[in-house]
C-alpha cells in the first residue's frame, strides 16, 4: 500500500509514504507524527497519488539542525514538493502540518489552488489558549485529542498500558525527537505570526474540524475561515483534534471534493 | 578543598498539604503562596545567614537562579549577590550562576558580573548553568531544542566581551550586536573562574573540558545516587585526553546537617528535610524536561531528570532512608566527617557546595549546623588531595589589598581635612 521512501532536500533526506494513484495529493502530519498504516493516508490513498513527507526527526528520519523557524520549515515543504517533482498538488495538513500547509499557501499563494487544513495550528486566541501540549503526561494526551478518550488512548499505545516502562522509554526518545522538532513551531506559544499573512491564500481551502476538538477548538475554525477568502468548513461530528483517526473516511470524503476542478 | 555555604532561598511556609493541594512546586505554582510582607524577614534571614557563614571560614557563599519556584525565591542571584558582597569580606561570592541563554542580551551578565568582581575586590567566581527546562523553557519560554545553541551563542559573547579590549561587532544568529564594548571590566583576569552546573548532558561534559571550567553537579538526592553521573564526567575527561584529573574540575552540591550527636540530629533537622523532600520537589512532572531540551545522545546514555518520575518519590522518604541513602548526610561531626571523605573520595570533587539551610529550617538551628560544621567538620577535610592544592584555576583571585565597605571617614575627620568647621 504505502510505501517508505526517501528523496534528497538541500537541508536533509526527507523520509515519505507514498501510495495509491489519481490526482497527487501532498499531506503535512501533525505534532505526532505519522505511521504507514495511518487510516487517513490509506482513505487518501484510495483515490488519490498520495505522497506524505516526514519532519526532520520523526520516524527514521533525521534531525535538521539548520531548519529552526518557520520560514526555514515552511521553504522545506516547497523543496520537499520540488523534489517530489510535483506541480501545484493538493497539499493538507493535519494540525502542525496545517500550520506549515498554511503557511506554504501564504508564502507561494501562487502555487496552491487546492488547500485542505485539518484543524491547523498557528493561531492564538486570547479567549481560547490552547492547552500546553509540552507540559503533558502521556496519559493526559488522550482527552485533548480524541472524542472517545479511552478508545483514542487504546489507539495510541496499541493496547499497551501507559506505565509500561517499555512503551514509556520507547515514547520518552521518539517525544524528544518529534516534539524536539515541532517546538521550533509551536513552543511555547502555537503562534509565528500566520495571522497576518493568511489573507495571501488565494487556494480554495477546505477547514475541517472535529466538532468536539479540545485541543484546538472549534473556535480557531471560524478564525480562519474569516482570514482566508475562499474558505469552507466541513465540521465532522463526534470527533476530537485527531479527527484524521476518528473519522479517516469523512475526512477523506471531504478532501475529495477538492478533487473537482472549477 | 573549597566549601561554599549555599542557600537555595526555599519559601518556608508551604502549607502541610501543599502536595496534595497544589500541582506544582515550580513553573504553575499558586502566587497567593507567597507571602511579599513575610519575605521581607525570610530575604533578609536568608543573607544573614549567607554572611554569617561567610564569618566561619567556608571559602565562598553560594547563590543560584530560579524563576517561579517555591524553593528558590531567588529570580535574580545577582541581587542578592551584590547584598553579599558589600557585607562580606573574605568569602568568594559563588554566583552558580546566571542562565546565561535567558538574558537578552546576554551581555547584561558580562556587565553584571564584572560589577560584582569589581566591588568585591575580585571575589566572583561565576557560573553558566544552560538552566533547567521548568526555568528556560516552561518559565522563561526559549524553544527547547534551540536552548543549547543559544546558550553556547551567549557565552561566546559574554567571553569575547570579557577578553576583547577594542569595542567589536556581534553577527549571531540570536543577538546582533554593532557595538560590543562593555564596562566595567571584571578584575579578575582574562575572566573569572566559570563553574558549570550540569545535569548529565555528555555536551556539559566536553563543554567543561574543552574550556577548563569546573563541572558542578548540583543534584538534591545525595552522593550515593551522584556516583554514575560523575563517574560518566571523569570517564569523560580520561577519554578525552584532558591534561590532569584535578578533583577542582568538578564540584558537588550536598545537603548537610550537623549536631552534637547523630540522635541530636534527627531530632533538630528531621522536620526541616521533610519538608524540603516532601513539600518543596514536589515538581510537576509533565514540567522536568521539555521534549528536545535534552539530546538524544544524552538521553540514550541515561541520564534522566532527577525531577523526573523515575520510581522516586521522596514523600515517602524517611530520615532513615534520607541519610543511609545518602540524600542527606547528617548527624554528629564524626559521622558527617567520615561520609564526606567518603562523598570527596568517592565523586573525586575538590569544590563542595554545603546545602545548609534546609527546607523551613529556622535560624538557629542553621546557624548551629553550620557552626558545628565549620569548626569541627571542615578542618578535617581541608587538607584532602594534598598533590591538588595549587590548583588554582577554578577559583576567583582577590585583590590583595581590598577597601572596607562603610568606611567615609567621620563629620569631624572631613571637616578637619578641608579645613572647616562643624
Known amino acids: 500500500m504505502l510505501e517508505l521512501k526517501t528523496i534528497a532536500t538541500p537541508h536533509v533526506p526527507v523520509r515519505y509514504f507514498e501510495g495509491g494513484s489519481g490526482n497527487p495529493l501532498v499531506f503535512f502530519h501533525g505534532a505526532g507524527g505519522l505511521t504507514a498504516q495511518d487510516p487517513l493516508l490509506v482513505k487518501l490513498a484510495e483515490r488519490h497519488h498520495v505522497y506524505a513527507p516526514l519532519l526532520p526527526g520523526y520516524g527514521d528520519s533525521e534531525e535538521a539542525p539548520a531548519l529552526r523557524d518557520m520560514l526555514d520549515m515552511t521553504l522545506h515543504g516547497w523543496d520537499v514538493i520540488g523534489a517530489l517533482g510535483l506541480e501545484d498538488p493538493i497539499i493538507v495538513g493535519h494540525s502542525m502540518g496545517g500550520m506549515i500547509a498554511a503557511e506554504m499557501a501564504a508564502v507561494a499563494p501562487n502555487d496552491v489552488s487546492r488547500l485542505a487544513l485539518i484543524c491547523p495550528s498557528g493561531l492564538w486566541l486570547e479567549d481560547h489558549p490552547i492547552p500546553d501540549i509540552f507540559s503533558m503526561l502521556p496519559f493526559e494526551y488522550p482527552r485533548y485529542l480524541f472524542h472517545d478518550p479511552v478508545a483514542g488512548a487504546a489507539m495510541m499505545t496499541q493496547g499497551t498500558a501507559f506505565d509500561d516502562p517499555d512503551w514509556l522509554k520507547g515514547f520518552l526518545v521518539t517525544n524528544?525527537?518529534?516534539?524536539g522538532m515541532a517546538g521550533r513551531l509551536l513552543f511555547p506559544i502555537p503562534d509565528r505570526g500566520l495571522a497576518q499573512r493568511l489573507y495571501r491564500i488565494k487556494a480554495r481551502t477546505l477547514l475541517i474540524w472535529g466538532d468536539s476538538d479540545k485541543l484546538i477548538v472549534p473556535a480557531y475554525a471560524h478564525a480562519f475561515k474569516k482570514a482566508i477568502e475562499q474558505a469552507e468548513l466541513v465540521s465532522v461530528p463526534e470527533a476530537g483534534h485527531a479527527v484524521n483517526l476518528e473519522r479517516p473516511d469523512i475526512v477523506a470524503q471531504a478532501i475529495g471534493r477538492l478533487d473537482e476542478r472549477r | 578543598m573549597r566549601f561554599t555555604w549555599f542557600n537555595l532561598m526555599p519559601w518556608p511556609y508551604l502549607p502541610e498539604d501543599f502536595r496534595q493541594k497544589h500541582r506544582s512546586v515550580w513553573v504553575d505554582i499558586d502566587s497567593r503562596v507567597f507571602d511579599p510582607a513575610r519575605s521581607h524577614e525570610v530575604y533578609n534571614s536568608y543573607m544573614d545567614l549567607l554572611e554569617y557563614?561567610?564569618?566561619?571560614?567556608?571559602?565562598?557563599?553560594?547563590?543560584?537562579?530560579?524563576?517561579?519556584?517555591g524553593y528558590g525565591i531567588m529570580p535574580s542571584p545577582n541581587i542578592i549577590a551584590a547584598g553579599l558582597a558589600r557585607r562580606s569580606s573574605d568569602a568568594a561570592l559563588v554566583v552558580l550562576g546566571n542562565s546565561i541563554a535567558l538574558y537578552n542580551p546576554p551581555v547584561r551578565v558580562a556587565e553584571e558580573f564584572a560589577m560584582l568582581d569589581c566591588i568585591s575586590g575580585g571575589r566572583l567566581v561565576a557560573g553558566f548553568p544552560v538552566g533547567t527546562s521548568m526555568d528556560t523553557n516552561y518559565c522563561y519560554g526559549q524553544i527547547p531544542s534551540l536552548t543549547r545553541e543559544k546558550y553556547l551563542e551567549a557565552h561566546d559573547l559574554i567571553m569575547r566581551a570579557w577578553h576583547e579590549p577594542d569595542p567589536f561587532a556581534f553577527n549571531g544568529r540570536y543577538n546582533k550586536l554593532r557595538h560590543v564594548n562593555i564596562w566595567p571590566r571584571p578584575i579578575q583576569q582574562p575572566n573569572p573562574p566559570i563553574h558549570i552546573p550540569g545535569g548529565g548532558s555528555v555536551e556539559t561534559y566536553d563543554f567543561c573540558i574543552d574550556h577548563t571550567y569546573s563541572y558542578s553537579y548540583l543534584s538534591f538526592t545525595g552522593y550515593i545516587r551522584a556516583k554514575a553521573l560523575l563517574q560518566g564526567y571523569w570517564d569523560r575527561v580520561a577519554q578525552r585526553n584532558a591534561p590532569d584529573t584535578s578533583p577542582y574540575r568538578a564540584g558537588f552540591a550536598q545537603t548537610i546537617c550537623v549536631a552534637e550527636t547523630d540522635e541530636e540530629a534527627e531530632r533538630l533537622y528531621a522536620p526541616h528535610v521533610n519538608y524540603f523532600y516532601n513539600r518543596c520537589l514536589h515538581v510537576y512532572p509533565g514540567f522536568a524536561d521539555a521534549p528536545g531540551y535534552r539530546t538524544i545522545k544524552t538521553i540514550q546514555s541515561g541520564a534522566l531528570s532527577q525531577y523526573a518520575p523515575a520510581g522516586r518519590d521522596f514523600a515517602t522518604l524517611t530520615w532513615?532512608?534520607?541519610?543511609?541513602?545518602?540524600?542527606?548526610?547528617?548527624?554528629?561531626?564524626e559521622t558527617v566527617r567520615q561520609r564526606m571523605e567518603e562523598l570527596i573520595k568517592g565523586l573525586h570533587v575538590g569544590n563542595i557546595f554545603c546545602l545548609m539551610h534546609v527546607g523551613d529550617m529556622p535560624q538557629e538551628k542553621c546557624m548551629y549546623s553550620t557552626k558545628l560544621f565549620a569548626e569541627k567538620v571542615m578542618p578535617h577535610l581541608r587538607g584532602m588531595f594534598p598533590e591538588h592544592a595549587s590548583d588554582d584555576r577554578f577559583w576567583c583571585k582577590p585583590l590583595a589589598k581590598r577597601v572596607q565597605p562603610g568606611s567615609l571617614p567621620s563629620e569631624t575627620?572631613?571637616?578637619?581635612?578641608?579645613?572647616?568647621?562643624v
Do not use: C, M
Open chain 1, 176 to 179: 524528544a525527537r518529534q516534539l
Open chain 2, 53 to 69: 557563614a561567610g564569618t566561619l571560614g567556608f571559602d565562598g557563599i553560594g547563590v543560584n537562579e530560579h524563576h517561579q519556584n
Open chain 2, 320 to 333: 532513615k532512608d534520607l541519610t543511609e541513602g545518602g540524600h542527606v548526610i547528617a548527624g554528629s561531626p
Open chain 2, 413 to 421: 575627620e572631613i571637616a578637619a581635612r578641608l579645613g572647616a568647621t
